[in-house]
């Protein structure tokens, strides 16, 4: 059996997608809450879970892309099912989530909307085609435990969000590739790129002082990491006709995850392993029926980071462990319920939407005029509009 004959649309993709996103918020809720960090090796489970997501991103978006009737169609999908909860998650931050921390911390929400610099709107404008200008809101939140002061990091929000930039990107190249015919009639060149990819990462890693410019942290926190894992599903959607699904080699691939744990990048190693864990995974497992219907996943992600650091402004995590992340995962819980019946199921309804033709356009579609091969003939009439 291989991958293509064992998919069906009775898969377990969601449920690992729900799976990921739970591992996010339980691993954040630690660091957030000033506990300690979760680490398996030198990687923590996070960093695994936003990876296993690009992966299966990867296979489902190539899949999408594929069955969509043109580009046009496929980027107006993505774009109804990222940005709706994208825009509303930056709203639910900048006039909820830092106004109450404000008042906290100022007693009064006396100046909150001039404040500057960073800004309530500023923050949503500058922030609201995903890649993130900034994360506070007005010097909000503060007093918080992360980032702790051993971290070049930015007080922020909803430092999660970033991932998103990488996740269009992916989109967009996916587009980009299909407009040239090549993820249908050259899958090849696809594998060729994740492999330059690969070669390219292994390089950096090996010889750090090689284009240092070039081959920065940018390259390796987005292409080498988020790219390369899209890639590595996507490369297993376009040759699932030819990839066993094998359970032994689920095993070693597992075996390849773990020994990746304790390299200074995972990378180097884990992109396919992990990917075609999660596919396997996603198909043996019988669990298709959750996340089936009601997608929960992208609204846990999104408002996990923003309402832990607001639990953390008023102090919650100082009644330990088990009162902050109860709290944490609460109203996370109830966010992500809200956002998917609230925005991003009925964002996802327009997946079919057409804009209608203007009444000049529909007055021009009834006119019977003559073939370019046939010439006017001397009776021929063409009437007026």
């Not at 015919?181 to 994740?194: L, N």
């Not at 942290?217 to 899209?230: E, I, P, Q, Y």
């Not at 944490?328 to 319920?337: D, E, I, N, Q, W």
């Not at 199921?345 to 209608?356: G, M, Q």
Request: with cysteine; glycine share 8%; net charge positive.
């Amino acid at each position: 059996m291989t991958i293509a004959t064992g998919f069906s649309k009775d898969n377990s993709l969601n449920f690992m997608r729900l799976v990921f996103a739970a591992t996010v918020v339980i691993v954040h809720t630690w660091a957030l809450g000033g506990f300690g960090q979760i680490h398996i090796g030198d990687y923590d489970p996070a960093s695994i879970a936003v990876d296993g997501f690009f992966a299966i991103s990867g296979f489902l978006i190539t899949r999408s892309r594929l069955g969509a009737r043109s580009t046009s169609r496929f980027l107006w999908h993505r774009a109804l099912r990222i940005l709706p909860g994208f825009w509303a998650s930056l709203i639910a931050v900048a006039f909820l989530c830092a106004p109450l921390a404000w008042r906290y911390e100022r007693g009064s929400f006396d100046g909150y909307l001039t404040a500057s610099p960073h800004g309530p709107i500023q923050y949503v404008i500058a922030n609201s085609l995903l890649k993130v200008r900034f994360y506070d809101i007005a010097g909000t939140p503060s007093g918080v435990p992360f980032p702790p002061s051993n971290l070049t990091v930015s007080i922020g929000w909803n430092h999660s969000m970033w991932t998103l930039y990488w996740e269009a990107l992916c989109y967009l190249g996916i587009a980009v590739l299909a407009l040239f015919g090549i993820i249908q009639r050259r899958r090849a060149f696809v594998a060729m790129i994740t492999a330059c990819l690969w070669a390219v990462l292994v390089l950096h890693r090996l010889a750090p002082g090689f284009a240092p410019g070039l081959l920065g942290n940018t390259f390796a926190d987005g292409f080498g990491r988020f790219v390369l894992m899209f890639l590595a599903g996507s490369v297993l959607y376009l040759y699932a006709d030819r990839i066993p699904l094998s359970g032994i080699l689920a095993a070693c691939c597992t075996a390849i995850l773990i020994v990746s744990m304790f390299l200074s990048d995972p990378h180097i190693l884990l992109n396919l392993p992990l990917a075609y864990l999660c596919i396997w995974l996603g198909i043996r497992l019988p669990l298709h029926r959750i996340g089936a219907e009601h997608d929960f996943s992208y609204g846990l992600y999104i408002y996990s980071f923003p309402i832990q650091q607001l639990v953390a402004v008023y102090k919650v995590q100082q009644h330990g462990i088990a009162a902050y992340f109860t709290l944490c995962l609460s109203v996370t819980a109830a966010a992500a319920v809200l956002s998917w019946f609230g925005i991003e199921r009925p964002a996802l309804r327009l997946k079919n939407w057409t804009p209608r033709p203007s009444g000049t356009i529909r007055v021009l579609s009834r006119l019977r005029l003559p073939r370019p091969e046939e010439p006017l003939s001397p009776g021929t009439r063409v009437e007026e509009s």
